[in-house]
């Protein structure tokens, strides 16, 4: 035991991402280089930031975008093994309009693609604990929600 009373807290590390969404109602998933799986645009929160401005950071940073970004979706509490605790914010980007998709500029280093998919795809697409949160904050974007998860699932 210790005597710093702060010992016996989480400190959870947080990241927040966005939904966006096509015409068609499917998702965007970036493909990370320094990742082997997809993605959402996103980023952990950095010191002096909240969920809300590390999103709207990570966009600028990753798409060279600056759109508006809407409701919170998902908050997921998502320990991971070797990682250690986390929140995960999961933010409404809606439908990216044409010309937004067309300003689109990959950041190179941290990007080598986007694609938008089917939810019904997603399990394919994506390891589990993230592809669980995408379901249920397509969910929530359908019918106007924020849901709570705990490593991916609804409490």
């Known amino acids: 035991m210790t005597d ?7 400190r959870a ?3 927040a ?6 015409a068609r109602g499917q998702i965007m998933l970036v493909d ?9 645009p996103g980023g952990y929160v950095e010191h002096g930031e909240t969920p809300y401005q590390a999103t709207v950071r990570e966009v ?12 919170l979706l998902v908050a997921d509490w998502a320990p991971a ?13 809606g439908v990216l309009a ?12 941290e990007l080598v693609g986007y694609q938008f998919y089917d939810i019904a795809q997603i399990h394919d697409l994506t390891i589990g604990r ?21 490593n991916g699932e609804r409490i």
């Open 81 to 93: 093994a070797g990682e250690g605790d986390k929140i995960l914010f999961l933010f409404d980007g």
């Open 60 to 71: 600028d940073e990753e798409l060279g975008i600056r759109p508006e970004i809407g409701r």
């Open 98 to 109: 044409p010309d937004q998709l067309d300003a689109i500029r990959l950041d190179v280093v």
């Open 4 to 10: 710093d009373p702060a010992a016996a807290f989480t």
């Open 32 to 40: 990370p280089s320094y990742k082997d799986y997809r993605e959402v």
């Open 17 to 22: 991402g966005v939904l966006f969404f096509d």
């Open 13 to 15: 590390r947080a990241a």
């Open 130 to 150: 993230l592809a669980r949160r995408l379901v249920h904050g397509h969910a929530a974007h359908l019918d106007g929600t924020t849901r709570y998860l705990e």
